[in-house]
């Protein structure tokens, strides 16, 4: 009976040193992968836009790429954020250079290869608050950027 419960703990160990191998053995943290980019971004609320873009994602951009980030006119902070089993949580706080504060949240849904997120929040202008929401459909279309991509520290 003890060889049967030795045998089954080292298969069971066996089974987790490969499942870990496995999924670190290429390197491949659970984000989306560097590369060329195309993305869709939309505002939903208070005024409709849209815009495509393709953009190169460096390494050091994809947790950006992914996470509580308005655009290049905020910074945002965000103690609750986590992407991790190919979904993305946040919540937070961004601030302009005017001192003027959005709240946001944000959830989605990424592979290696595609990102899909929305985000809604308020923000405050002439003393009112407003709502907004937002979201953002990426798919990855190459490995390699072409020569003068944009390059982007998110979206």
């Not at 060329?36 to 953009?55: D, F, G, H, L």
């Not at 946040?90 to 944000?106: L, N, S, T, Y």
Request: with cysteine; charged share 15%.
């Amino acid at each position: 009976m003890a060889a049967t419960h030795n045998i089954v703990r080292h298969i069971a160990a066996t089974a987790a040193v490969m499942a870990l191998s496995a999924g670190g053995a290429a390197g491949t943290p659970d984000t989306i992968r560097p590369g060329y980019w195309e993305s869709t971004n939309k505002v939903t609320a208070p005024i409709q836009s849209s815009k495509t873009e393709k953009r190169c994602i460096t390494p050091e951009a994809v947790s950006k790429f992914m996470g509580c980030y308005i655009n290049h006119h905020y910074t945002c902070v965000c103690p609750a954020q986590s992407y991790a089993s190919g979904k993305i949580l946040f919540h937070g706080d961004c601030v302009d250079a005017k001192h003027r504060h959005v709240e946001i949240d944000g959830e989605g849904a990424y592979t290696p290869t595609t990102l899909q997120m929305t985000a809604k929040g308020h923000f405050q202008m002439i003393g009112m608050s407003f709502p907004f929401s937002a979201s953002t459909d990426a798919h990855r279309i190459g490995d390699v950027c072409p020569v003068g991509a944009d390059s982007s520290d998110g979206r």
